[in-house]
Every structure is written in structure tokens, then in C-alpha cells.
């Protein structure tokens, strides 16, 4: 089973910026499209942004250009950097395979807070 370990979220200002990292536990990790999620305090996980195998991204509204995704293939991990970041980022992050998401790991909390 394949599992993600999702770190670097913590404390930051208003403005400030964050870099999460996620590894993945699996071979076939460059062959299928990842994806960052998060999940506020009581609201429901959604979908923060996309990469496929070959690089291309896509972002929700909410945070286009302020995050970007990117991968390492040869590390199998997938990194999320966060600039810019509003108290409406605070969340706990969450990466996974896009489009069908396995089981979830612990995620990484991101306060934004002044």
C-alpha cells in the first residue's frame, strides 16, 4: 500500500511563504499525476493543485499564482510552495494521487495567523 509523508506546514504571517514536501512510497510514482489537497476546519477537503507526470499543472482559483507544484521523480516527491499566504490558506495539506485518491497520510498543518 502506498503511503504519503507530508511535511514542512507550521506557523506563518500573513504574506509569508511555505514549502511542503510529500514522499510517496511506491515505483510507479512517476508514472501517474499527484496532487496537493487541503482540508479547513470544518469544511470539506478539496483540491489545491495538480501535476501530471510530464509537468503540467493546474491550481484551484483560490490560489493561482501564489502556490506552485512541481515533482521530483527520482525522489518520488511532490512539493508545494506557498507564497503570498492569506489566513484562508490555513489548513491541513494533504498529497495524494490526482483524480483517485488512495489512502490518505497525515498531512502537514499550515497556520496563517498574525
Known amino acids: 500500500q502506498v503511503q504519503f509523508v507530508e511535511s514542512g506546514g507550521g506557523l506563518v504571517q500573513p504574506g509569508g511563504s511555505l514549502r511542503l514536501s510529500c514522499a510517496a512510497s511506491?515505483?510507479?510514482?512517476?508514472?501517474?499525476?499527484m496532487a496537493w489537497y487541503r482540508q479547513a476546519p470544518g469544511k470539506q477537503r478539496e483540491l489545491v493543485a495538480t501535476?501530471?507526470?510530464?509537468?503540467?499543472?493546474n491550481y484551484a482559483d483560490s490560489v493561482k499564482g501564489r502556490f506552485t507544484i512541481s515533482r521530483d521523480n527520482a525522489r518520488n516527491t511532490v512539493y508545494l510552495q506557498m507564497n503570498s499566504l492569506k489566513s484562508g490558506d490555513t489548513a491541513v495539506y494533504y498529497c495524494?494521487?490526482?483524480?483517485?485518491?488512495?489512502?490518505w497520510g497525515q498531512g502537514t498543518q499550515v497556520t496563517v495567523s498574525s
Open positions: 495524494n494521487w490526482s483524480g483517485a485518491p488512495g489512502s
Open positions: 511506491t515505483r510507479i510514482f512517476s508514472l501517474r499525476a
Open positions: 501535476i501530471t507526470p510530464g509537468g503540467t499543472t
